[in-house]
């Protein structure tokens, strides 16, 4: 669909990003930090399908990125979750600024 | 305005309500569900893009996948109902300012930029001529990344287990 412009299309996923680093900022819950991620690796597939649909019609290169997007983001939901998992049991509680017995 | 115009206004408004309730609620289980609404407006973004198999895939993988496993992990952490602690109100408005103006320079730059299309004929996006490609070993074929990302997975799939598992203390 070319109706759409662009540049709307952009202002979407460049919005939904900003709200992921927003949340990953504020954030001290290490699930929410989490969901902010997926939200900021989502925005950026929108761009990469709506540049291949767009402006390089003659190419897959776009998809193939998005496909090994969305693979690498489960594996990291899936370590990510085990870490977290992990974590919960050595300390009850899976807030950042709880965890700090490595950082000096 | 046309009806897809309409479509993809609605779309977008869903997506960046559910995405910003998500990162502002106060309760965890909820941050998930609205997570859960802007992954799938972001699957109906894809089909109102005709890219059929890249929203297939999304649903599959984040409606179906990642937000069950983070929904699960909520359960084996949270107390259901608890409230999160909030962030201060000076975390707040520092990423809310940093979060803006990213969002202004990014925007700008958007605004200020020609997107030239190019002239090459199309090729349909269609599910053949994406896994002929995905499996070619010829030039501009993508399955040298394809077996990295396998193995990718299978490393991550057994780290997780051997993260996750339990050890039981010696006797």
């Known amino acids: 669909m070319t109706e759409i412009p662009l540049q709307h299309i952009l202002f979407l996923s460049t919005a939904l990003f900003f709200i992921g680093v927003y949340g990953f900022f504020t954030r001290k819950n290490m699930i929410t930090m989490l969901m902010s991620v997926e939200l900021i690796l989502n925005s950026v597939n929108i761009n990469f399908i709506a540049f291949n649909k767009y402006l390089f019609a003659d190419k897959l290169d776009g998809i193939f990125f998005t496909i090994f997007i969305i693979v690498i983001a489960a594996a990291e939901a899936a370590v990510a979750i085990a870490i977290i998992i992990n974590l919960y049991r050595s300390h009850k509680s899976i807030d950042v600024d709880e965890t700090n017995e490595m950082k000096y | ?171």
């Open chain 2, 1 to 171: 305005m046309s009806i897809t115009l309409v479509i993809y206004y609605l779309l977008a408004a869903m997506i960046l309500v559910c995405g910003s309730l998500s990162v502002t609620s106060g309760k965890i289980f909820r941050a998930a569900v609205y997570l859960l609404g802007s992954l799938i407006g972001i699957a109906g973004l894809f089909f109102l893009l005709e890219n059929e198999f890249i929203a297939a895939v999304q649903i599959v993988v984040y409606v179906g996948g990642i937000v069950v496993l983070i929904i699960f992990s909520i359960f084996l952490t949270h107390k259901s109902g608890e409230e999160m602690k909030m962030p201060s109100t000076q975390r707040k408005i520092a990423g809310f300012v940093a979060a803006f103006i990213g969002f202004f320079l990014a925007h700008f730059l958007i605004h200020h930029n020609e997107f030239v299309a190019t002239n090459n004929p199309k090729i349909e996006q269609s599910v053949m001529n994406i896994g002929s490609q995905m499996l070619d070993t010829n030039k501009f074929g993508f399955v040298l990344p394809f077996e990295v990302v396998s193995m990718l997975l299978l490393a991550a799939m057994i780290g997780a287990i051997v993260i996750a598992i339990k050890v039981k203390p010696k006797e």
